[in-house]
Structures are given as structure tokens and as C-alpha cells.
């Protein structure tokens, strides 16, 4: 949880089939020659979805890129990932593979318009194409249901034309989700500060902070970078992360007000000095959002951090270096 980034590749399942699919949940996942399973669905003339078997891939498709919308689950349909969450969906250039039984050899599968469900081997997924190790909340060995729906293929030319528009409609639905979320999760700040007396204040972009040991000499500033001591939980006191787990007991250290971490802490941690010891509740539009972070930590997840803040310096690190929580 420490980095801005997640696993980016991408109930969903009836909603990317809709209007209608005849069969759906009748029907049983079929193997292409490598292993992998998969359910595929073509829309016919009259609007509904019918099974497809299939095909020999269309070559004249390779280089070419696909829009998708799409999620994967865990064997126990614990949510991991969704297009829908994030609102933009992924483009994916088509090219030839040789991680058999992949998700990339699953996207060579879909024309444009069609649906499918498929089954990915976890160990394969995150060694081969996420290259990242296998997160302890996914067993191993178990297999991740991605349902994928190809919504245009395009030329790179075209692709790279429309994501500046993806991106200005991406920004205007997670507005519109923040302004509907920030009241909810004020609310639940509320009783939260009030069941477990703390003394708080707000920010003006809703982030609540108690400072509980004061420090010395001015707040951190946009600009200085800061070391920062932190656990981080849901307010049901679950934990999700900290500086403990993540960065061998040492403070994490990077500078403010670059993005490297979530806008929270970015506002959150200018409410402390050096050597200051808090906590800082953070409503879920200043945190991850509406995106979830893996079973551990649902869409719209109100955060708090106790942190210390260490140190705060004039000259910034690596930006390469170790990040506080992210995106």
C-alpha cells in the first residue's frame, strides 16, 4: 500500500453482458489448446449476447489496440479490480505472447463488441505479466476470474488521439464521486472523533488531524521533505499498512507536495512540526477513493494514520526513493 501504483491491469459480470446474454451462467468455460479457460460472447443483430466459440486469432488485429472494460476477482469473489471503480477503462495494444494461457493471450480472443469471462493462475498473472510478487491475500496457486468486455479497437494513432478525452471524463466522474462521497465520510469522521474522544481539527479539504504531541519550529511545507513514522488502519482498527512492515522500522522519507503521495497526507501532514506524534482521519476522496485496494481495503475506505513526523529537511530526496502511501 506504500506505493501510488497498483496492479493496473485491470457485481461487474452482468452489466458488461448487458442488455441480455442468452445462456449466461448456463453455460460451462471451454480451453484453448494452452489451458486457459475461458467464456466467450459475441452480441448478435438483435442486441442479446450468444456463446462464441473460439476462433484462430486475427492477425490483422496485432499492434492494433483494444479498449476494455474490465475487473478480476479471487477464487472467494473478493473484488480486487474494476474499470468501473476507477471510471476509465484500459487500452491494451495487441501483440503476440509467449505466456501462454495469459490474460494477453485471452485479449487475442476478443473481437470488438464482445464479452467474455476467463480464468487466470495467479502465480502466472503477477510473475509473468504483472511482474510483481504474489500478494498475500491472493493464495497461491488459486485462480483470478477476470470478466473483460472490448469496447473499440483502434489504430495506436487513434488510441493515443482519444486518451486525453478518456482522461478529461475520467477526472469529471471522480469529481462527481468525491462530492457525493466527502459528506458520507464526514459524517462517519464525526462519530468516529466523538465515539473515541479525540480532539480534532479539519482542513479545508476535509482531512481531520489531532495533534497528541507537539513538536518544535514550523510545519512541513510543500517543497520540504519529510520523514514520517507511520500504521496505517480502517476505523474498524484493522491495520493496512506502516512503516514498520514496509520499511524495516525506518521513517519513510520524501518530499511534499510532488504527488508522491495520496492528497491526505500531502494537506494532512502541513498540520505538523518536527517531532510532532498525531493522527490524521482521511475521508476515502483525499485517500484511494472509490478504488479498492485489494480485499483489505474496500472502495470508499476512510482512513486513519497514526504517524510521528521525524524530520523535515530542505533538500528532497530521490524522487526514485522510498513514498509514503500513494495513489
Known sequence: MLKKSIYLLPALAITLFAPSCKNLGNDSFQKTASGLEYKLYAAG????????????VDTTKMGKVMTFEMEYRTEKDSLLFSTKDNAMPIQI???ETPNKGSIEEAFLLLDKGDSAVFKINADTLFAKTFKAPLPPFIKKGSFLTFFVKAVNLQTEQEAM?????MMEAQQKAMEAKALKQAPIDDKLIQEYIKKNNLTAQKTANGVYYVISQPGTGPNATAGKTVSVQYKGTLLNGKEFDSSAKSNGGNPIEFPLG?????KGWEEGLQQFNKGSKGILLIPSPMGYGAM??????PANSILRFDIELVDIKNTPVNPAGPAGPGL
Open 93 to 95: 495494444k495487441l501483440v
Open 258 to 262: 510532488q504527488g508522491q503521495v495520496i
Open 45 to 56: 443483430k438483435d442486441g442479446d449476447y450468444e456463446v462464441k466459440d473460439a476462433a484462430k
Open 292 to 297: 479498492a485496494r485489494g480485499a483489505d481495503m
Open 161 to 165: 488521439a482519444d486518451y486525453p478525452k
